[in-house]
DNA sequence: CTGTTAGCGCTTTCAC
DNA sequence: GTGAAAGCGCTAACAG
C-alpha cells in the first residue's frame, strides 16, 4: 500500500542501506547513485516514515517548546524565535526539524504531561518558557521530569525561567526581571510618585515575585513605606488590570501611579482609568513590563521594560539544537531596558 | 540502559502484550493483572517509546497545527483552540494528542515542508490556518500534498481557508471575509464617507482578496467610485498601515476614512494619523479586521469585525480529531460580526 | 563507496 | 484473560 524505503531501493536497484544514506545525506555516497535514487524516491513519491527512522536510530527530529498561553504574544513571540533558529543543518533528514509547541496554560500538571509526551516521542530537546511554579512539590516533580529528559539525551533550555536545581544538566536563561521592577519603580520615584499601586501577576509564581520584588527593593532604596493595600494580585489578563485599578483607586484616592505585571495589565489599567474619567498621566501614570508589540500604539504609548523576548527564544532555539555553545555555568541573565513614554509623567499636585 | 516495555513486564510478571494492552486501555484485562503492571510501570519510570508505538501501529497521536505566524494573536488564539480541543479520548495510549505547531511565515515552500514533515511523522490530522496563496502552482502543489494526507489517514481540516478543490476529502471552515468586508464598508458609507482608503494586507492571498472584494462591492453597491488609487497593498503588519495611511493622506488629502486588512495594520494607520495631528474619527474614521484582544484598547476603540476566532480553532480540533461530524459537503462558512466603535464616525464637514 | 545483517521497542493477530 | 511470535520501516555496524 505504502511505498517504502525497500521500494525505492528496488526502483533504484541499490540496497536500503544506500537509499537510507543518500536521505540522511551524512555519508558518502557516489554522485551518480545519489541521482538515481533520488529519482526513484521522486518518482514513487516517497515519504521516509518518521516513527520508524526514529525509532531506529534512537532519536527524533522533534523540538518542545512549552508556553504557558500561546494566545499571549509574550509566548508567541519566543515560540516563533526558537521556531525559527531549530532548522537548518544538524539534525537528520536534511536538518529538518520541527517544533512541537505545548501549551500548558500555567497548570503545572499539564507541564507535566507535556514533558512526558515528549519524552515519549525521544525529542531531541526541550525549551520552557515563562516562569516557574514556586510550589515546592510541584517545583520537585518538574525538575525531576527535567532531568530525566536530560538523561535520556534532550537537551533542555529554560528560557525565561530561573534554573533547577534538580536539573542542573538544563541550559538556563534567565530574565532579570528584579532589575526591570527595580528600574520602573525607581524612575517612578524619580518623578516624585509615593503612592505607587502595584498589580502583581498570579502568586506562586517565580516571575510575578521577582518583579514585584524589584519594586519592593526600589521603594525601601527611596525610603517610601510599602504599604500592603497598594499590592493586589491577579492573572495576566486586561481584565486583572482593569479590576485591580477601581480596587486601588477605591483603597488610595490619593494614588498617582500604577505599575502592572506586564503590558496586558497595564492596559486594563489604561482602560479602568479611562473609564474613570482619569487622564494618563495627568491624573495617574501607568506603568508595564515586556515591552510588547502592542504597547507602543496604547494611548498615550506605554512607559514599559523592553525584554529581548525574540533574541532570547533564537538563543534558546540555537542551544537547544547544539548551534551555540552553552553559557558558561550553563546560566545567562538576560537583562530589560526602561522605556520611557508617555503613559508616565511628574504626579499631579493636590 | 532505559526501560523498556519488557522489563515492565518482567517485572510485572505478565507478557509485553499484557503490558501494551494495559498502557493502551483498549481491551479488556484482568483488574488484578492491571495493577500489577501500572505498579511496575511506576517502579521503573517507564515512559513508552512514541516512535516504536507509532511504528507499529501505523498512526502517532500528533496533530499538526500550521499558522502563518505565531507571534500574531491571530493565529496564536486558533493555535490555542485547537489543541485545547484534541486532547481527552479518542486516541491511543491514553488520548494524549500532540499538537505540533508549524510556523509557516506565510511562505509556500515552508508551507509544503512542514505538511511533507507532518507526513512524515505520520500526523493523526493536520489543521491548517489562514488564508492561502492564489498563486495556482503553488496552490496544486499543496492542494497534492493535502491530498496525499488524507489519502495516508491524516484528518484534514481547513479553518479559515477556502476549501481545495484538489483535496476533496479536507473539511474546510471558511470565513466570511468578503462579506464583512462588504459591512464593514457599508457602515462607513452609511455614515457618509465617500473618499475610503483601503489598506489591503499581501497580495496574491485569498484573506486579502476577499475582503478588498467586499469593500468594493459596497462601493459598488452604493455607487461610489472604487479609484484605485485609493487602495493600497501591504504586509498584514503595523508598519504597512503606518506606511500606507501617509501615503494615502499624500494622494488625496480629503480622505475620510481608512479600512485597513486587519487590527494590526489598523493600529499603524491610527498611530500615522496621531502623528499628522489628525484626530480619530474627527478628522479621519479607522477600521480594521479580525477584533483581536488589543483592539478594544486602541483609543479610540476600533471598529473592526469580530471574527470568533477561538471558537472556529476550537471546532477544527474537535472535527480533526472526529470529536464533532464534519459539516455538511465538508465546508462551512464562519461569519464575521460587526463592530462598531469609537473609531468610525461621521465625516468631517468642509 | 555499497550490500548484508541485525535489531530498535512496540502492537497485534492467533492460539490457548 | 493472557502469551507467543511475527513483523512495522528504518538505521547502523560490519564486511567487502
Known amino acids: 500500500m505504502t511505498v517504502t524505503l525497500a521500494d525505492v531501493a528496488a526502483r533504484a536497484q541499490v540496497s536500503p542501506a544506500t537509499v537510507s544514506r ?3 545525506g551524512n555519508y558518502p555516497v557516489a554522485a551518480a547513485t545519489r541521482e538515481r535514487v533520488l529519482r526513484a524516491v521522486d518518482d514513487l513519491d516517497y515519504v521516509l516514515n518518521g516513527p520508524a527512522s526514529s525509532l531506529a536510530a534512537a532519536t527524533s527530529d522533534l523540538v518542545g ?3 504557558n498561553d500561546i ?5 508567541g513571540i519566543m515560540a516563533s524565535a526558537v521556531q525559527s533558529e531549530i532548522t537548518g543543518p544538524g539534525g537528520r533528514a536534511g536538518g529538518e526539524r520541527m517544533a512541537v509547541v505545548c501549551n500548558t496554560g500555567g497548570s503545572p500538571e499539564r507541564e507535566l504531561t507535556y514533558l512526558t509526551l515528549l519524552q515519549r516521542q525521544r525529542a531531541a530537546a526541550v525549551v520552557v518558557t515563562g516562569g516557574a511554579i514556586e510550589d515546592a512539590t510541584h517545583a520537585a516533580a518538574i525538575g525531576r521530569k527535567l532531568r530525566r529528559l536530560c538523561d535520556a539525551g534532550s537537551r533542555v533550555v529554560l528560557c525565561g525561567r530561573p534554573p533547577t536545581g534538580a536539573a542542573p544538566d538544563a541550559v ?4 532579570d526581571n528584579r532589575g526591570g521592577g527595580r528600574r520602573l519603580t525607581d524612575h517612578l520615584i524619580g518623578l516624585g510618585h509615593r503612592r505607587i499601586g502595584y498589580i502583581a501577576g498570579p502568586t506562586e509564581r517565580t516571575t510575578t515575585r521577582h518583579r514585584l520584588e524589584g519594586h519592593q527593593e526600589a521603594l525601601a532604596a527611596a525610603g517610601v513605606a510599602n504599604d ?4 493586589l494580585h491577579g492573572p495576566y489578563d486586561r481584565r486583572s488590570g482593569y479590576d485591580a485599578t477601581l480596587e486601588l483607586l ?4 490619593r494614588l498617582t501611579a500604577v505599575v502592572a505585571a506586564n503590558d496586558t495589565v497595564a492596559l486594563g ?3 479602568a482609568l479611562r473609564d474613570r474619567g482619569l487622564s494618563i498621566p495627568g491624573d495617574v501614570s501607568v506603568a508595564g513590563f515586556d515591552d510588547l508589540p502592542f504597547s507602543i500604539d496604547a494611548v498615550p504609548a506605554l512607559t514599559t521594560v523592553r525584554l529581548p523576548l525574540y533574541e532570547a527564544g533564537a538563543r534558546a532555539g540555537r542551544i537547544a539544537t547544539g548551534r551555540e555553545e552553552e553559557p558558561p555555568g550553563g546560566i545567562a541573565t538576560v537583562h530589560g531596558e526602561l522605556m520611557v513614554r508617555g503613559s508616565t509623567g511628574a504626579p499631579r499636585r493636590h
Chains 1, 2 share one sequence.
Open 250 to 253: 477605591r483603597r488610595e484616592p
Open 22 to 24: 543518500v536521505l540522511n
Open 71 to 75: 494566545a499571549d504574544p509574550f509566548f
Open 65 to 67: 517548546i512549552l508556553v
Open 228 to 231: 500592603p493595600l497598594l499590592t
Open 269 to 271: 489599567a489604561c482602560a
Open 172 to 175: 538556563a536563561l534567565t530574565f
